[in-house]
């Protein structure tokens, strides 16, 4: 019996967090870690599954029932796994209606704490096995805007832009001769990007904030030549996102003193920021604890 692999990217969101909800422009970025899904059918008429992490060590294992996918362990990722699965036998009603049942593997390149996708890139896996939209798909399990399902599908910097839950993905020939520059700084803690957005959403009703705004410095920073310049779009979109969500930049927050610029990539809080510095910032940060730092060109495909 033939196995099948699927693998997907992993992603990160240089610009337009939160707004891309409602339309901005945003540029995001395939990243060189990701997710496979292995899927082997055996003779049991059941799943087997089993999750490992980038040590290849297992994380979570379980068996469900072929026809309901019911399962005897009962906790958060086994109910998750069960609403995905029911998700998708709604988009296609054939996908598990055979007899014989599967063994599932899937493997992480990266550390589950680092939010560069594990979620998404395990949707968009399901759905290239299952032959279903994986932005469907995801609309009716995690949410969000789907910016993550394109990085999974693309590899190369793209421009994405949601309209009516529509999206419009572009590359972006992002490539800044800057790029040495640049680096992505693990904050030691995973955020939650659905919490993330009920915040924003609840915080952006008192502010009225224009989309073209975070448009104008999406298209800016995607033609900045310099490094200054490209640290002047960071902050200025910072202070933009800070104003919209009555949230601290994590530069004020955290790095005060650091003399490059410093932006929050997705929600708020954790998982990696950028860092732009003129200077290798690798013992800055790791001096005050932070000792994920891994440049630009390591980190992006």
Known sequence: MKSKTFYSNGKLLISGEYVVLDGAISLAVP??????????????????????DHEDQIWFEGTFNLENFSSEEQNDISQRIVQIL???????????????????????????????????????????????????????????????????????????????????????????????????????????????????????????????????ITSKMLSATQLEEFQELMRLHENYISEITKQATVKAIYFEDFEGAIKSLGAWGGDFVLVASKNNPTNYFKARGFHTVIPYENMVL
């Open 86 to 216: 029911e998700a998708t036998k709604t988009l296609n009603p054939q996908f598990l209606s055979t007899s014989e049942g599967f063994k599932i593997e899937t493997r992480l390149d990266f550390p589950r704490n680092w939010g560069l996708g594990t979620s998404s890139s395990l949707i968009n896996n399901i759905a290239n096995w299952a032959h279903v939209d994986p932005y469907q798909l995801l609309e009716k399990t995690f949410g969000g805007s789907g910016y993550d399902i394109a990085c999974a599908e693309n590899d190369t910097p793209i421009t994405y832009q949601r309209n009516n839950k529509i999206p419009t993905i572009k590359p972006a020939g992002f490539n800044p001769s800057f790029k040495d520059e640049l680096y992505f700084v693990h904050l030691n803690k995973k955020q939650n990007s659905r919490e993330g957005i009920k915040h924003y959403k609840e915080a952006k009703s008192t502010y009225q904030f224009s989309v073209e705004t975070i448009n104008d």
């Open 31 to 52: 990243t060189k870690y990701g997710q496979s899904l292995t899927v082997t059918p055996i003779a049991q008429s059941e799943i087997i599954w089993i999750s490992y």
